[in-house]
């Protein structure tokens, strides 16, 4: 990708930071849980190797979105116009809590559930920015259908991603389509078709927001 717009570098708080080496050294193959621990300065490192201090981040054997067992899908069916700009607060909230480029937050929306506070997927994912059960834990979301909470946790998780990534944003995006442990597995975007398309989508969706100021007209 070419250099990295302007908003995407912004300053990390408090969130995951450093990522070791060893991480990246994960074999293809492999299964390897990760392990996190918060140093004194309060920044989030991550390792694949377990230590005294270190606990279970998520272990890795995520990948593309299977249809889950008992769950009743429920397409995006909101056609109003007024859906675009509907969440315009929780997203700016979101935005500037996490310090992502608003369009960013606006794209992931579009592709995931075309701004639809109902949609529920094949897989189990939830509300606006498609929440997965467990990721709304580990995101301390416990209202997946809340629009402004859904966007909080979906902001949060993309900023932890983003960090993990060290800024990459087709990793970050990827990451968020088929998991952490995926991208670490394939070294890079995970060679699923689902997980390319999404990138590709989640990308273009991106320049147009940056590049349309009415997000109704960036939607179509």
């Not at 890795?60 to 899908?73: D, I, L, N, Y």
């Amino acid at each position: 990708m070419s250099a990295r717009p302007k908003t995407w570098n912004c300053v990390r708080r408090g969130v995951a930071m450093v990522v070791l080496a060893a991480l990246l050294g994960v074999p293809q193959d492999a299964e390897a849980d990760i392990y996190s621990f918060t140093d004194a300065a309060g920044v989030m490192h991550f390792s694949n190797v377990r230590t005294p201090r270190g606990k279970l981040y998520l272990r890795t054997r995520e990948g593309r979105k299977k249809p889950r067992a008992g769950v009743v899908p429920v397409p995006p069916s909101d056609r109003s116009s007024e859906r675009f700009s509907r969440y315009d607060g929780a997203i700016r909230e979101a935005a500037s809590l996490y310090q992502l480029p608003v369009e960013l937050v606006r794209a992931v929306i579009k592709v995931e559930s075309d701004y639809d506070p109902r949609a529920v997927s094949t897989a189990g994912a939830q509300g606006l920015m498609q929440l997965m059960p467990e990721t709304a834990l580990r995101m301390q979301i416990r209202d997946s259908f809340n629009p402004r909470l859904n966007i909080l946790g979906g902001t949060r998780y993309l900023r932890i991603l983003a960090n993990l990534f060290n800024g990459n944003l087709e990793l970050t995006v990827a990451a968020y389509n088929a998991g952490e442990g995926a991208v670490v597995r394939h070294h890079g975007i995970p060679p699923y078709r689902e997980t390319q398309d999404y990138v590709i989508k989640v990308l273009a969706y991106y320049q147009r927001y940056r590049t349309l100021r009415d997000p109704q007209l960036a939607s179509e």
